[in-house]
C-alpha cells in the first residue's frame, strides 16, 4: 500500500496532465481519515472543478473551508460551484463570510463578489467589488471584459481607470 502524500503527489500530477480519471483513481485508493484532511480535500477540489462536478465541488470545498478556513481555495471553490449551480444568493453569501479573513489580500473574492453582485441586479455594488478587485490586481480588468456574468456592466468597465 502506497503511503497518502505519494497518492498524493500522483494526483497532483495526473491533474496537471489533465488526467482527471487517473487523479480520481488516486485520491479514492488513499485509506481512512486521510481522505478528509484539508490538503486531500484542496485536491479533490480542484478535480470536481476541472471534472464540472458542481455538487461534489460543492461539498468538498464547503467542508475545505470550515476545516481550514485561512486558506482561500475552499471559499472560493464552495462559492464558484453554487454559482455553477444557479444558487447566487448563496454564493455571494458564502464570499461575504469569507470576506473578513481574505478581503485584505485575495483580489478574486472581490472579483467574484462583482459578479454574483451584477448578475443579482445590485449595479452599484458590482462596481465598488470590482473597483476593488482592479485595484488589488490590475489584470481583472480585462478579464472582467469577457466575464458574461459581468455583461450588465461591461460598457462601464471598459471606462473604468
Avoid at 497518492?7 to 495526473?14: C, E, F, I, R
Avoid at 444558487?87 to 485584505?104: D, F, N, T, Y
Avoid at 489580500?105 to 470590482?130: I, P, Q, R, S, V
Avoid at 490586481?137 to 456592466?153: Q, R, T
Wanted: proline share 2%; aromatic share 6%; charged share 30%.
Amino acid at each position: 500500500m502506497l503511503p497518502t502524500r505519494r497518492h498524493l503527489k500522483d494526483a497532483s500530477g495526473y491533474l496537471a496532465l489533465g488526467m482527471l480519471a487517473e487523479a480520481s483513481d488516486e485520491l479514492e485508493a488513499i485509506d481512512g481519515e486521510d481522505r478528509r484532511s484539508p490538503g486531500i480535500l484542496f485536491v479533490r477540489s480542484d478535480l470536481y472543478m476541472k471534472a464540472r462536478q458542481w455538487d461534489l465541488l460543492l461539498a468538498v470545498s464547503r467542508e475545505l473551508a470550515r476545516k481550514s478556513p485561512t486558506h482561500h481555495e475552499g471559499w472560493i471553490g464552495w462559492a464558484y460551484a453554487l454559482r455553477e449551480l444557479d444558487r447566487i444568493e448563496e454564493a455571494k453569501a458564502v464570499l461575504l463570510e469569507a470576506e473578513p479573513i481574505h478581503g485584505e489580500k485575495l483580489a478574486l473574492l472581490h472579483y467574484n463578489l462583482a459578479c454574483y453582485t451584477c448578475l443579482l441586479g445590485d449595479l452599484t455594488a458590482a462596481k465598488k467589488w470590482l473597483s476593488r478587485a482592479c485595484k488589488m490586481d490590475s489584470h481583472l480588468k480585462e478579464a472582467a471584459l469577457d466575464d458574461e456574468d459581468l455583461k450588465a456592466m461591461w460598457d462601464d468597465i471598459a471606462a473604468m481607470k
